[in-house]
């Protein structure tokens, strides 16, 4: 019998935001819809922040609005604050679809954190308790993602206690899940078996995701690493867009395509149709006018 891996597909959000041509509410749309056709049964669609610091994001409110009703898709809107938290939770006022997870943010680092969030990481602790608690209290899925986890932009390292120490916090905030975040692509796979084996020792019982991003090229191998320490629940993006507005030279997330080709042909069952993805791909290559960085996609050419 296969093993299964959940990939979350973060294009339409994560893989936006940083794009100097805003793309527009039909578009976005359209990826959605045609990842969810691809298998895509969990989407992160976009994040409630201020406009002015990511435009791509501006049109947040528009592109939930407008999403599928597919009972059997997840919607995750991003959070950076309770005022985010606000938004995720009325974005489903009057019987609207809306999103299903408010997706917050933790950034293990000061210098990061108060240039992404305004926010130390005891700030980012305290506020990130009182999201998740809001969250839960209106029937949203509260989750949490550990940015910066396995090094940070300005800092350099960052130790593993004290992404232990922001788990545990975390869980205790009542996090359901907890993704740690390679956010500028510097982590290794012995790293990241490391680091993910002490954060699930340290708090059993809550779900684990992984989300890397490719800056020097080991995103894939990292996802791997990942899944062999236990972690069934993978992000990535299509085509491999992506980056940080707030982190130097952080380049795409892990591309969709390329997970998914290692993953099935490594035994493991994910329900998303590498094929269809590949065609994805080809079709937003044409919406950004460029090709994407997949490097499956380029071979399948």
């Known amino acids: 019998m296969k093993s299964t891996v959940q990939v979350v597909e ?4 994560d893989g936006l935001q940083n794009e100097r041509e805003v793309i527009d509410t039909p578009a976005k749309i ?3 819809n045609r990842v969810i056709d691809a298998g895509a049964r969990r989407i992160e669609v976009a994040s409630f922040v201020n406009p002015r610091r990511v435009p791509q994001m501006a049109d947040g409110d528009a592109v939930i609005a407008a999403l599928p009703d597919r009972k059997d898709v997840s919607y995750i809107g991003l959070c950076l604050n309770l005022r985010g938290v606000e938004r995720a939770i009325a974005s489903r006022d009057g019987g609207a679809r809306g999103v299903d997870e408010a997706g917050c943010v933790l ?3 000061d210098t990061f954190g108060i240039r ?3 926010q130390t990481i005891v700030e980012g602790i305290a506020a990130n308790r009182d999201m998740l608690a809001a969250a839960k209290r209106a029937g949203l899925v509260p989750q949490v993602t550990i940015s910066a986890a ?3 932009p300005f800092e350099g390292d960052v130790p593993a206690q004290r992404i232990v120490d922001l788990a545990k916090a975390m869980a205790e905030a009542g996090a359901v899940e907890i993704a740690l975040a390679d956010t500028i692509g510097v982590g290794v796979p012995a790293q990241v078996s490391d680091l993910f084996g002490a954060v699930a020792a340290a708090v059993p019982g809550i779900r684990l995701r992984a989300h890397f991003h490719d800056t020097r090229g080991t995103g894939i191998a990292n996802a791997w690493a990942a899944y062999n320490a ?7 993006s299509v085509g491999g867009i992506g ?9 795409g997330n892990i591309a969709t395509e390329d997970l998914l080709y290692m993953l099935d ?4 069952s994910t329900g998303v149709d590498l094929s269809a993805m590949i065609g994805v791909n080809r079709w937003f290559a044409g919406i950004l006018g460029r090709e994407l960085p997949s490097r499956v996609a380029r071979a399948a050419a």
Not at 230 to 236: E, I, K, N, R
């Open 10 to 13: 973060v294009g339409p959000r």
């Open 30 to 32: 359209a990826l959605i």
């Open 107 to 109: 950034v293990a680092s």
């Open 116 to 118: 992404n969030q305004g």
């Open 150 to 152: 396995f090094g940070c």
């Open 230 to 236: 236990g972690v069934h629940v993978l992000d990535a």
């Open 243 to 251: 980056g940080c507005p707030f982190a130097p030279k952080a380049t």
């Open 265 to 268: 042909n490594s035994g493991v």
